[in-house]
């Protein structure tokens, strides 16, 4: 029953997540990829600004097919992985919440490394156009379906070495910040300002995960896009951190990552705050929130110790 309602709550959580944060993720993208030498973006908000006026709204919505999907059974998966992890280890301490939440991040990128890659095809698909007028892909299914086609098994996990060194470490961590930060603000069962606490530890747990492993992120874009356009670059991680130092400095590991902090708050600010509201409520029986119900996300009743998880 526990590993029902996790998933449930991980399936509500991660679609709301990706109705909130996919317009920011699709411009870190456009700034990771974009070409040095020629730049389409002076940054953030010239790019958002770009793709509004170039490409309407719709197209910070480009490739929402493939994280909708593939995030909200993530998501599921990550929440129902971590809550049973909790259950095995027993005592709901930090280093727990870490080592169930790496635990997680592990398994989940396997979903996670083509769901991004069909996520990134369609993000840089028809760049700078209203209307695509050489669409390649159809939908995020066609286009994993078309690199399975060319490339087959290893074309479709393309990425997978350098998601897992962003997965693993980068969930123990979002974990850990949200189980802190909630100890930390306290719990009151007629605490007023519950779901702001809610809001400002899961939003602030997504920016901690993300600074924690965003020069790997900007490896992963760079090698997922590559051969867009018929051009390989890369020859695997290594060159590709090689070839990007060399012609972009140190800081070709901070490109896009205004708009990532930008959408890692309210994203996982909503995500979180969801599945503990979803959670406190079903574990409640229907009777609306309660400080006993939120004695842990994952936490089994002979757990003691108390967060706000």
């Given at each position: 029953m526990d590993f029902t309602l996790d998933f449930a709550a991980g399936c509500i959580g991660?679609?709301?997540?990706?109705l909130v944060g996919h317009p920011f993720d699709t411009v870190k993208v456009r700034l990771q990829v974009q070409n040095v030498d020629r730049p389409l973006y002076r940054g953030t908000y010239h790019c958002f600004q770009s793709i509004v006026r170039q490409e309407s709204m719709t197209g910070l919505y480009?490739?929402?097919?493939?994280?909708?999907m593939g995030l909200t059974f993530i998501n599921a998966i990550v929440f129902g992985v971590q809550?049973?992890?909790m259950r095995r280890l027993g005592n709901d301490t930090p280093l727990n919440q870490f080592l169930a939440g790496a635990a997680a991040g592990a398994l989940q990128s396997v979903i996670c490394c083509p769901m991004e890659l069909a996520k990134t095809r369609m993000q840089l698909q028809g760049l700078g156009e209203r209307k695509s007028?050489?669409?390649?892909?159809?939908?995020?299914?066609?286009?994993?379906?078309r690199i399975y086609r060319k490339?087959?098994?290893r074309g479709i996990n393309r990425g997978m070495v350098t998601t897992l060194v962003r997965e693993t470490p980068g969930f123990g961590i979002y974990f850990l910040t949200y189980d802190v930060l909630t100890r930390s603000l306290g719990c009151e069962p007629d605490d007023p300002y519950m779901i702001l606490k809610l809001l400002f530890a899961g939003g602030m747990s997504g920016i901690t995960s993300w600074l924690s492993t965003y020069p790997v992120d900007v490896i992963k874009s760079r090698l997922q896009a590559d051969g867009v356009g018929?051009?390989?670059r890369y020859g695997g991680i290594a060159d590709c951190v090689r070839q990007s130092v060399k012609r972009e400095g140190?800081?070709?590991?901070?490109?896009?990552?205004t708009s990532t902090l930008l959408r890692a708050f309210p994203v996982n600010a909503t995500t979180f705050a969801t599945v503990t509201l979803f959670l406190m409520y079903m574990r409640n029986d229907g009777a609306g929130p309660d400080c006993e119900a939120r004695s842990s996300l994952t936490a089994s009743p002979q757990q003691t110790q108390t967060s706000s998880l």
């Open positions: 991660g679609a709301a997540g990706v480009k490739g929402i097919g493939s994280p909708m809550g049973n992890a007028k050489q669409r390649l892909y159809r939908n995020s299914l066609d286009c994993l379906v490339e087959g098994i018929g051009q390989n140190w800081r070709v590991f901070t490109h896009g990552l």
